[in-house]
Nanobody, 124 residues
Framework: QVQAVESGGGLVQAGGSLRLSCAASGRTSSRLPMGWFRQAPGKEREFVAAITWSGSSTYYGDSVKGRFTISRENAKNTVYLQMNSLKPEDTAVYYC?????????????????WGQGTQVTVSS
């Protein structure tokens, strides 16, 4: 079993930055691919970014490409999402997810464990 706990959400003005963290715990959690998703009110949960266990490969959703950066620090079992140039449309609950299989996961059902989410609100 793997647990994931997000932190770092909050309220920020448009154009600002936030860094989200996801601390994973449990067996082999530092060697598993991880990802970030988000869900805005009334919308489906959407893919944001993913990273392999080594950190050598990453992938981003089109809406965040060039503005967000995913990274990980395996010694701390932590994945980060650096969010720059934030827009009001980035407002959502952001979820961290852990995948049991190797390789990047781009879909919801690619992931096996989910955090509770952290709210990000971007004001205009």
């Amino acid at each position: 079993q793997v647990q994931a706990v997000e932190s770092g959400g909050g309220l920020v003005q448009a154009g600002g930055s936030l860094r989200l963290s996801c601390a994973a715990s449990g067996r082999t959690s530092s060697r598993l691919p991880m990802g970030w998703f988000r869900q805005a009110p009334g919308k489906e949960r959407e893919f944001v970014a993913a990273i392999t266990w080594s950190g050598s490969s990453t992938y981003y959703g089109d809406s965040v490409k060039g503005r967000f950066t995913i990274s990980r620090e395996n010694a701390k079992n932590t994945v980060y999402l650096q969010m720059n140039s934030l827009k009001p449309e980035d407002t959502a609950v952001y979820y961290c997810a852990v995948r049991r299989s190797l390789g990047l996961g781009l879909r919801l059902d690619d992931y096996d464990y989910w955090g509770q989410g952290t709210q990000v609100t971007v004001s205009s």
